[in-house]
Structures are given as C-alpha cells and as structure tokens.
C-alpha cells in the first residue's frame, strides 16, 4: 500500500507545474501571499454571508438563550461567560434586532481569528506556510459550521489565537512586553469560555518541559495573574450566583467514576474528522504517533504542545463519559498550521491544497444536502442533517402568536427551556416575562435560576409544551382545556417541531398534592 501512495503522489508531482526558481519566488513572496490570504479568507466569509442571506436559517435555541442574556448585559450567565452575549448586543446594536445580526459576529470573529493564524504561521515558517494555513483554518469543515452559528467557541478561538502570536513573541529576544498581550488575551479567553483554561495549562507544560524555555516562566507567571484580574469580574459573579457556571460545567462532562464508554470515545474520535476535515485530521493523527521524528524542532514543538493535550483530554472525557465534538476545536488552531508546515516541509503542499478543496467541497454539501434532498424527496436520517435542529423555531413561534393574543393577557409558561428560549425570541412581542415550571425548585439552567413559576396557588396560566399528556402538570390545577396544537413540517424522515398549548385554570401550587409525581418529571435538557 505505502508503494502505491508513493507512486501516485510521484505521477501527481510529476504532472504539476514545476516550482518557479527560488530567486523568483522570494520576489512575490513578502506581499503577495498576504494578499492570497486576504482574498481567500474574504471570498469564503462572503459567500458564507450570501448563503445566510439568501437561505436564512432560525436561530438555535442556545443561540436565542445568548440573544435573551444580550438584552442585560452582565458578568455571567447561568452556563457561561458573558461574551458571547456582549457580542450578540453589539452586532444587534450595529445591525438590527434580527437573525443575521444575531449570527454575523461569527463570520466578523472569523476573519480576525484567520489573520491572526496567518500572523503566527508567519512568525514561525514563512508567508507561504502562513497563507495555506489562515486559508486552511477558515476552511475547516468546523469553521464553516460555526460561522453560521453564533456560540462560546467563536470568541474562544479568537482570543486563544492572540494569546499564541503573543506568546510566540514574548519569547523572542526583547519581546517582554507581549507577555502584556498573552495576559489580556488569556483572561479575555476566559470571559468567552472556560475552556481558555486548557490555553494556561498548555503553555506551562511547554515551559516546563523544556529547560531553555523555562527562564519564561516567571513572565508567564505575571501574564496569568493579568489573565486572572481580568477574568476576576466573572469569578466575583459567580460568587454572589452559587457559582452556578462552574457547577453546570461539571455537569456536562457528566464524568461519575471510571466506568470506560469505548462508544462513546469512538464516536467522538469518528467526529474529529468531521470537525478538522479527513485529511488533515489523518496528518494530525500521523504526527501524534510518530511524534519523535515528526515534531523535530521547537516549532513544531510549541505548536503540538498547544493542540494535542487538549485533544487529548478530550479523548479521555469522551472514555470516561462523552464529549460533544466542539469542545476540541481550540486544538486545531495550532494544529492548522503544524499540519501545513509539517506538509510543506516535505514537498506535500500538493495535499494541502487538496484538503482545503475536500473540506470546501464537504461544507458544500453539508449546507446544500437539506434543500437538494427535500427537492428530491429523499428522506435523510437527521444525523446526516447539520440544518434539522435550526429550522422550523420561527415558524413555531409565528403559529403561536395568534393563539397567545387571543388568550391574552392569561401568562405564560413553558416546562422545557430550549422550547422556551426558542419561543421567548420569535414570539411577538417577546415574552420576557414567560415562566418555567420549577416544581422541584432546582437550577439546571438559567430560566429555572431566574424564571421559575413560583408556588404561589391560585390563578391561570397559558402552559405551552412539546410533550402531550403531562399528567403531574394537570394535576396542579383544577381544570385544563387543549386550544391549540401547532406542527412545523420540517422535511423527509425529520421529526417535526411542534407545541400543544392548554389553558390551565386554578393554579394549587406544586406542593398540595402528589409531590412524587413531579418528581418524576423528565428532567430539561441542560444548557
């Protein structure tokens, strides 16, 4: 097998274009590959633009969560930093209160975060090296997903991107004063997600692993306690909160003991060639294992120490308990531009070039495989649909309405909270004021913190749910009328979004009677 990939990589040589000499190409190099880089980068982020405007896609319900914290800005929110929401209230202050607005700060973050991988490839290789892996980055499949979809990890990577080109200068011979940069861009990193941790870690196993690098430490030192002032406002939140973050941070990782889940490892490990595309994933794999020869200089070194351990981690998560396929993506900030290098440095630019070309041919259909299958009527499993879980929430939110006005001004609750962020930001007028049911008083997200239905008896309610026949809710009022059960179609072989709405009369309060019932209510999906 290892003859026959020589030899067809020897014919794909042989029928390329033979390199210009090296005169030549170090006349074009200083400022054209930059402008490549530029163009690239601008011409995907483009088109992505285009298709959000012209195949506009509703906000996912964390996305409509983030939206709803927007509306008060603060140092913390029940799951998560606050910057993802300071973001969505700029975007939406610049553009307008809707859907695009909401998301474009993704495509923005983008742009930078590919400039500055483009920064540091050219700091560390050359501008030919940094143009392929800025053009790389952009072009991962995983990229090209979260560009459409506002979340953590868009800041995160930004901001872990500053924190390395700081870092690579800090390094360099008079280059103390970035240490300044790597603290303000690691505690920013923090306020956008936690997992900016695993960027601290990282870069103190590197100092500490290698001898000549240690005289950094103490600079590293003072750049993590400017990292840890400037995170400091979060810390103090949660404080005053329970720390409530840090709580359901735990609990998503969802690790009890040492039971070994290989499925799950499996199929987290399966993913990553999803999010990092095929080819540079398989590289990225090849140069884990044979490690000795293929990190042969402190380069590669760096990069590796800044993407492996946290994929890594990741790994045993999934091992001990699952792991969602983002919680890796800072991994493959670094690991773009090791890949590249890795490749280039030995005359396989050629797969470079054809694995941005795979991973754009890949979000191509991952974006087009929805409407062309719907036109062909082919019923497609909705793990093959990356769009299922964004459609249908406005149109939901449109059918309920007319439903609501006409029972106005009866309030509103709802007992599941991504049914309950969705219908919060497409109803009309929002209802801020909506209630979740809370019969056990617990705090498994933000709405159950803040928006509880409070054990208060007497009065009537509008109940709005995707579950029909909640006995334990009936029970707790003296009567319940059905008026409305509204069903979004969402495509072949897809389950369809819906609602029943009832009309509850005579709230008795959670507690009077059957406390065990509620009990046994399904417990709401985390945040």
């Not at 409407?371 to 649909?385: C, E, N, R, V, Y």
Request: proline share 6%; aromatic share 14%.
């Amino acid at each position: 097998m290892r003859w026959l990939i020589a030899a067809a990589s020897a014919r794909v040589r042989a029928a390329m274009p033979r390199p210009l000499p090296a005169a030549r190409r170090v006349q074009i190099a200083p400022d054209l590959y930059f402008r490549y880089a530029v163009i690239g980068i601008g011409v995907v982020t483009l088109v992505r633009l285009m298709w959000l405007a012209g195949h506009p896609i509703d906000l996912y319900p964390d996305e409509a969560q983030y939206w709803i914290w927007a509306q008060q800005p603060a140092w913390g929110y029940f799951s998560k930093p606050p910057f993802v929401a300071w973001m969505i209230a700029a975007t939406t202050a610049l553009f307008g209160a809707n859907d695009l607005a909401v998301k474009i700060g993704a495509s923005f973050a983008y742009i930078a975060t590919s400039l500055v991988v483009f920064a540091i490839a050219a700091r560390l290789y050359d501008r030919r090296i940094a143009a392929w892996s800025a053009i790389a980055f952009v072009t991962l499949p995983a990229v090209s997903l979260s560009s459409v979809i506002i979340s953590t990890d868009v800041p995160l990577l930004f901001f872990w991107s500053v924190a390395i080109y700081g870092f690579v200068r800090a390094r360099e011979p008079g280059g103390e004063r970035w240490w300044i940069l790597v603290g303000l861009a690691a505690g920013l990193g923090l306020l956008s997600k936690y997992a900016m941790g695993y960027w601290l870690l990282s870069g103190a196993g590197f100092l500490l692993a290698i001898r000549d690098e240690r005289r950094h430490l103490k600079y590293f030192l003072g750049a993590t306690l400017l990292a840890f002032l400037v995170y400091l406002p979060n810390l103090a939140w949660n404080w005053q909160h329970g720390f409530v973050s840090y709580a359901e941070t735990g609990r998503d990782a969802n690790v009890h003991g040492f039971a070994l889940h290989p499925g799950s490892f499996l199929a987290f490990f399966g993913s990553q060639f999803a999010v990092f595309g095929p080819v540079f994933c398989a590289t990225l794999v090849w140069i884990a294992v044979t490690a000795r020869r293929s990190l042969a200089d402190r380069r590669a070194v760096m990069l590796a120490a800044f993407a492996l351990p946290t994929l890594a981690f990741m790994l045993i998560v999934a091992m001990l308990s699952r792991a969602n396929a983002n919680w890796s993506a800072p991994t493959y900030l670094t690991a773009t531009i090791l890949v590249v290098a890795y490749l280039s440095g030995r005359g396989r630019e050629p797969i470079v070039q054809w694995s941005v070309v795979i991973n754009i041919v890949l979000a191509v259909i991952a974006f087009g495989i929805h409407g062309t299958a719907a036109q062909l009527g082919i019923t497609l499993p909705p793990g093959l649909d990356p769009l299922h879980r964004v459609i249908g929430w406005e149109r939901l939110g449109q059918g309920l309405n007319g439903i609501r006005a006409e029972n106005a001004p009866v309030p509103i609750f709802a007992d599941e909270r991504e049914l309950m962020a969705g219908l919060i930001y497409y109803m009309r007028p929002h209802p801020f004021d909506m209630k979740i049911w809370n019969p056990g008083g617990h705090v498994r997200n933000g709405f159950e913190m803040n928006q509880s239905l409070a054990d208060e008896p007497g009065g009537d309610y509008l109940w709005i749910t995707n579950r029909e026949n909640r006995d334990e809710i009936y029970a707790r009022f003296a009567s319940h009328e059905q008026v409305a059960h509204v069903l979004v179609p969402i495509g072949p072989g897809i389950p369809p979004r819906e609602a029943w709405v009832y009309l509850m009369r005579g709230f008795k309060g959670y507690a009077d009677k059957a406390p065990a019932a509620a009990a046994t209510a399904p417990a709401p999906k985390a945040e």
